[in-house]
């Protein structure tokens, strides 16, 4: 069957193959140990799940949902969004419950770009970014980060070249994969620019509190509401990836036009997920500190793993992964990575598949067990 047009260019996502190659290599014996993914195997806060199988109990929570969520996880989310990052917002009409921030991706690129509509995507960074760009019928224009650049876009340098045709500017603080902080000043300033070209600063902020004291939005810089849409998603900072709950913000006029798309794509989320959701967000800093105490130990073992093989790291990153620069040895992090996956048996990010910015660096994932890591450690000695 000849697919459609739009598919042309787009590949299957990375680890939807790489997931299968690892299914073959167990069934063929090997014990494949996983350090690529960042899907947190830490269990939500116990009332959470509580929350969810009382409500799932119940006989009237199980009809279609409205497509705005209900008013329990707007106003959750309202209050959040307060008590964490000083943003006052309207849960009636500046918040969207999402399946997931990638969902909100997809949204975004569908409701906006047109055909030679220009997005700009930064190299590295997430995938899914240039495919819903691409997905959308849009042109994926790369900004490069750079490392003696902060990891921060050179927004003088993006100024000099023609961005008449960008409608939106995907960012991502704090960074996957580098694991760059914003800074205050850098906020500002990218409100500045997309004000100035009258650019959608769209904002995916999924890592906010992993191993970050201090969690930023976009939105509490004064005018931000005028040109930033921000996503965020429970998957990572609440462990729960599966559920599929995130969130959109933004002015009324952005949350009702992309509300036009979406609620033609999906229907409400089911309820006792919503209500489980709403207490997941009211969670406390206590919360936060148990998990980043724990994502504190494996660090220092990641920190083993990248010494054995000579990787190069900030140890100033935050977020679920640590972000390294191989040795120049490897031709680059696809052939470190495939050599680490076929004779020690452990699977590692390849930088290459955040962009060509990425070449040269590895990813690996905090989300494993301290004895995956001692046991990770000791096949990677074997074979370097
Ligand atoms: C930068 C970034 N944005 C968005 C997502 C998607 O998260 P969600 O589970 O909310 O769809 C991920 C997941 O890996 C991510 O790394």
Redesign the pocket.
């Known amino acids: 069957m000849q697919t459609s047009n739009r598919l042309d260019g787009i590949g299957e996502y990375y680890f939807s193959q790489k997931l299968r190659e690892i299914e073959q290599l167990n069934k063929a014996g090997k014990q494949i140990i996983n350090l690529g993914i ?1 899907s947190p195997d830490l269990a939500p806060h116990p009332d959470v799940v509580k929350a969810l199988q009382e409500a799932a109990a119940q006989d009237n929570v199980h009809a279609y949902q409205s497509y705005k969520g209900v008013p329990v996880l707007r106003n959750a989310i309202a209050a959040f969004y307060q008590k964490w990052y000083g943003v006052t917002l309207d849960p009636d009409t500046e918040v969207l419950p ?1 399946m ?6 997809m949204h975004i690129c569908m409701t906006y770009l047109n055909a030679g509509d220009q997005a700009l995507i930064p190299n590295p ?2 995938p ?1 970014y240039s495919s819903a760009v691409k997905l959308a019928g849009g042109e994926p224009v790369y900004y490069d980060l750079t490392l003696s650049g902060n990891w921060e876009p050179d927004l003088e340098a993006l100024e000099k070249t023609d961005v008449s045709k960008v409608k939106l500017m995907w960012v ?1 603080y704090p960074h ?1 994969p580098t694991g760059q902080l914003p800074t205050d000043h850098f906020f500002e300033a990218l409100i500045a620019f997309a004000t100035r070209h009258q650019i959608l600063i769209c904002h ?1 902020n ?2 906010s509190f992993i191993l970050n004291e201090s969690p930023k939005s976009l939105l509490a810089v004064k005018g931000a509401k005028e040109v930033v849409v921000e ?1 965020n ?4 900072s609440q462990n729960m ?1 599966g559920w ?3 969130m959109l913000i933004a002015a009324e006029e952005r949350v009702n036009e992309i509300l036009r798309f979406k609620s033609n794509m999906d229907s409400g989320m089911f309820l006792p997920v919503q209500l489980a959701a709403a207490k997941a967000l009211s969670l406390n800093k206590s919360w936060y500190d148990s998990v980043n105490q724990v994502y504190t130990e494996r660090r220092e073992k990641v920190y083993e793993l990248l010494n054995t093989l000579g990787c190069v790291y900030s140890t100033q990153q935050v977020g679920m992964f640590v972000w390294a620069k191989i040795p120049a040895t490897y031709k680059d992090g696809y052939a470190l990575s495939d050599k680490v996956l076929y004779e020690a048996n452990v699977f590692i990010t390849p930088g290459g598949i955040f962009g060509s910015a990425g070449k040269d660096y590895i990813r690996v994932s905090l989300c494993g067990s301290l004895e995956k890591f001692s046991e990770a450690i000791k096949k990677i000695k074997a074979c370097v």
């Open positions: 960042g999402l997931g921030s990638k969902e909100g991706i960074g997430y899914t991502n996957m995916d999924p890592y996503l998603s429970l998957s990572k990836a599929r709950v995130g």
